[in-house]
């Protein structure tokens, strides 16, 4: 093995191996006494002195040169790189289609106790069944708002037993005579009364249109979602076809509502609760089943004394909904 030393001298650093002559004859730019040195040194060496001068020698003389080959580059320290924030959509807006059959009943109020009453005898529970749509959003938070237009057709069987005082106005003349000869003559009305009990029997047909505003909250577990949701709404409700009490001569009658210019419509505010139950088909298409209870809050068309009925309802509403940017 071939020993490679470096001796420093002057600007030049020069290697020898084995032969120290010959390496000391490579430095030609070296001063003299460099040279004796190194000459010195080589004789320590060749006589195998290995006193701690002739190590001082070599330490100050000589280096050992490691190759640069042998050398372990330096490595980076890692640095760990901050997480990006992830800002996603903040609401999700999603578009839904309701269908729902509803309990429905109706309690009248007014002024005039016999006629409500009357009115209040001929309601029968009846089922509604309801179409509309909901457009809507919902926050991170699973805070939402939605609003819709929801259309409800039902129809129902009118009973009522009439039962009024009928009137009879009938002109009688009457003529004076005196041996034939007309003295006066002059006529007068004659009245007469009768009792009346007809009863009355047809098929109520009306319709509901419903204008929701509506807040929610949900929460999800997996594909499961459940929530509540609660609102208000305008309600425009119209009878098509039927029979409805009026106050006549003689007492309460039931009238064609198609032939008699009765109000046939009525628009009021409503509020409804309901517990929302979804289950995600799909990313953005979920179907959702709500328990809902609805009531009449007050009527806003009503004029004077004019008696007007509050519905209350409670039913079940499916929604088929799809969200167009589903939050994260």
């Known amino acids: 093995m071939d020993l490679v030393l470096t001796a420093t001298g002057g600007d030049q650093d020069v290697k020898f191996v084995n032969d120290p002559v010959s390496s000391l004859n490579a430095m030609p730019a070296a001063s003299e006494r460099e040279r004796a040195s190194i000459a010195m040194l080589n004789a320590d060496l060749m006589e195998g002195n290995t006193s701690s001068a002739s190590e001082d020698a070599v330490a100050k003389f000589l280096q050992v040169r490691h190759s640069e080959l042998l050398q372990t580059p330096a490595l980076a320290t890692p640095v760990a790189l901050s997480t990006m924030d992830f800002f996603g959509p903040q609401r999700a ?24 009453e009357g009115l209040q005898s001929t309601e029968l529970t009846h089922f509604p069944v309801g179409l509309g749509v909901l457009v809507g959003f919902e926050n991170r938070s699973g805070w939402g708002m939605a609003v819709g237009l929801e259309y409800n057709a039902g ?29 006066e003559s002059y006529s007068d009305t004659l009245s007469t009364f009768t009792d009346q009990r007809r009863p009355v029997a047809t098929e109520n047909r009306y319709t509901t249109v419903r204008i929701p505003v509506e807040a929610s909250w949900h929460t999800g577990w ?36 198609s032939s008699t210019p009765v109000a046939r419509t009525s628009t009021m505010l409503g509020g409804s609760l309901a517990a929302d139950l979804g289950y995600g088909l799909t990313e953005r298409i979920g179907i959702w ?40």
Do not use: M
């Open 93 to 116: 807006w999603w578009l839904a289609a309701t269908v729902g059959q509803f309990r429905e009943s109706r309690t009248w109020h007014g002024s005039d106790a016999v006629l409500v």
């Open 155 to 183: 129809r129902y069987t009118y009973r009522h037993l009439d039962q009024f005082v009928q009137r009879t106005d009938s002109l009688v003349p009457f003529v004076v005579t005196f041996n034939s000869d007309v003295i």
């Open 222 to 257: 997996r594909r499961w979602h459940v929530g509540a949701r609660a609102g208000l709404a305008l309600e425009i409700n119209t009878q098509l076809a039927g029979a409805t009490l009026v106050e006549a001569t003689g007492g309460t009658q039931s009238v064609d509502v």
């Open 289 to 328: 089943v709500s328990p809902t209870y609805a009531s009449g809050l007050r009527s806003l068309s009503v004029k004077g004394d004019a008696s007007y009925a509050i519905p209350e309802r409670i039913g079940l509403r499916f929604r088929l909904a799809y969200t167009f940017c589903p939050r994260p």
